[in-house]
T-cell receptor, first 116, second 115 residues
């Protein structure tokens, strides 16, 4: 059981380049998320998707786009990378449990992105 | 939108002592409050969570308390061990009432347990 798989694990970009971070989950979860983690800033929500075909902005969506390709996959695209987007990116997924059960987020292993 | 503040940003304790991390939230409609632990270089993992209809929850050496009136909640770790050393994040959301769990995190607390 792979859980949440992110690719790539590391990436270096030059300012202005574009790239797509891929995320897939095999737990049949409805909801998927993209977070970025910066020192002293915690985990900040970029975009999330409640279900296939729907996406919504989180706390810091500027400079990013997302696609919920199907129930398994949720990609994050940087159209024109900037040094301020240097960060660790985490994809996560969760189910919609009954009211009394844990709403646990399952995280991927992260992508370390450097924009020079 | 929701805003979560977390204190302290760093905490150093001696092995065997207790550690307390505190968070406040702004959205009175939030009803789900989890805590995640992140070891160095690893992904965050859920360690305990609480809902707004419960004031306290325990799991072995870990407990979480919630004060809805004051809009704050705390993580308590007793008899700390070196393996408790990690970054701890609190979070808050309205839960799945809105079809998805839009979780907003605090800025994290680096806990160091000195042997």
């Amino acid at each position: 059981n792979a859980g949440v798989t992110q690719t790539p694990k590391f990436q270096v970009l030059k300012t202005g380049q574009s790239m797509t971070l891929q995320c897939a989950q095999d737990m049949n979860h409805n909801s998927m998320y993209w977070y970025r983690q910066d020192p002293g800033m915690g985990l900040r929500l970029i975009y999330y998707s409640a279900s296939e075909g729907t996406t919504d902005k989180g706390e810091v969506p500027n400079g990013y786009n997302v696609s919920r390709l199907n129930k398994r996959e949720f990609s994050l695209r940087l159209e024109s990378a900037a040094p301020s987007q240097t960060s660790v990116y985490f994809c996560a997924s969760s189910d919609n449990p009954p009211q009394d059960r844990s709403e646990k987020l399952f995280f991927g292993s992260g992508t370390q992105l450097s924009v020079l | 939108g929701e805003n979560v503040e977390q204190h302290p940003s760093t905490l150093s304790v001696q092995e065997g002592d207790s550690a307390v991390i505190k968070c406040t939230y702004s959205d009175s409609a939030s009803n789900y409050f989890p805590w995640y632990k992140q070891e160095l270089g690893k992904r965050p993992q859920l360690i305990i969570d609480i809902r707004s209809n419960v004031g306290e929850k325990k799991d072995q050496r870990i407990a979480v308390t919630l004060n809805k009136t004051a809009k704050h909640f705390s993580l308590h770790i007793t008899e700390t061990q070196p393996e408790d050393s990690a970054v701890y994040f609190c979070a808050a959301s309205r839960g799945y009432g809105g079809a998805t769990n839009k979780l907003i995190f605090g800025t994290g607390t680096l806990l160091a347990v000195q042997p």
